[in-house]
């Protein structure tokens, strides 16, 4: 007999089957319109045999379908099953090909789901038994997927999302699964999290996952910590080792400041605007709804939008040019058009160039203090 778990849908609590942790892998969002119109459809049609939930054989465990099964139970119809004789290997085989690209995802939801499919993955060199050999013909399993390498590029590129976005979600599950858990479900995008795991404390991170708009109070948190940063720094310089903007020799510190903070709030703004039409928009049928394709493409391309934002933020001093938007001959920087400040994705690849132009950066500072002591 296959094991169940209890999840909490409305006011009631229902009984369902325990799923493979590759179906666990990809968010379940059941506060959404889709998953109302499932129950619904299965309220008037009943349960449609034609998707079955799929199970696997050995365990029992859900393999496709968690939310079908659920909305079976909520729309009191019988369930349908289907069980397949599958490895654990090729369970999440099918899930990363079939299940992943299939659901409308954001490019965070899709690469913090990739990343936790990459952690199921077999590192390769299992011997596979005569039986299991001998299903291969029908199994769903890709045999070059077994010696795919695990590094960011391959999860980026077999999600269908940037390597960035992978670098950020991977960052957050390292350092707080709640957080990791709030982008798998599309509270918070993996930029801003990854931000608020590398400046708030855990206390900090607790009142985030506890606010209904994670994205709006993760803003508000990292501008406390940001301005108690510059409030309490002695010299310049950023947290955690990071260099730091300075006003004295980086001509577009203030504007930068500036711009992540308007950045913030268009941010905070965006997911409001979000939460507050879907939740007032929520029938389908609804003329406004459908003339701006609120379920569809409208959505999708708002949150993309957030993500963008998100992605851009500035905030660090161009590596190449230590912020100066110059070079050391008094060109444009190339790297950053001259602006001096860039992005934590820019930053994060480029910041092996700090050791080569440390010695300018010292020298900079050494002015600047002298002109400030003068």
Known sequence: ???????????????????????????????????????ASMASDGFDPEKPIYRQAATGRVISGRRRELASQ???????????????AEVVAFVERDELHRRNLT??????????LAALKPHGGDRKSEAARDQAATSPLDPAAADQARSREAIAKGAGVGERTVRAVAAVREKSESLFAAVKEGEIGAQLAERLVKKASPRQIKQVLAADDKS????????????????????????????????????????????AMAFGFAISGLRSAHRGLMNNLRDRDHPLAKRIDLHGNFASQLLALIETLERNLPELPCPPCCGTGETGDGKSCRHCQGYGVVDRGFYDGNKAVWPKVEKRMQQLRANADAGDAA
Not at 74 to 88: I, L, N, P, R, S
Not at 226 to 251: H, I
């Open 216 to 259: 709006q109070a993760a803003n508000k948190v990292l501008r406390q910590v940001e301005e108690a940063a510059r409030r309490e720094a002695d010299s310049p310089g950023g947290q955690e080792g990071e260099p730091g903007l300075d006003d004295r020799f980086m001509p577009n510190a203030a504007d930068a400041r500036a711009l």
């Open 74 to 88: 909520v729309a009191g119809v019988e369930t349908v099953y289907v069980d397949k004789g599958w490895t654990d």
């Open 1 to 39: 007999m296959s094991d169940t778990r209890t999840i909490r849908y409305g006011d009631k609590d229902y009984t369902v089957s325990a799923a493979h942790p590759a179906a666990d892998a990809l968010p379940l969002k059941l506060d959404t319109d889709e998953f109302r119109d499932i129950v």
């Open 107 to 116: 490019p965070s939801e899709k690469a913090a789901s990739a990343v936790e």
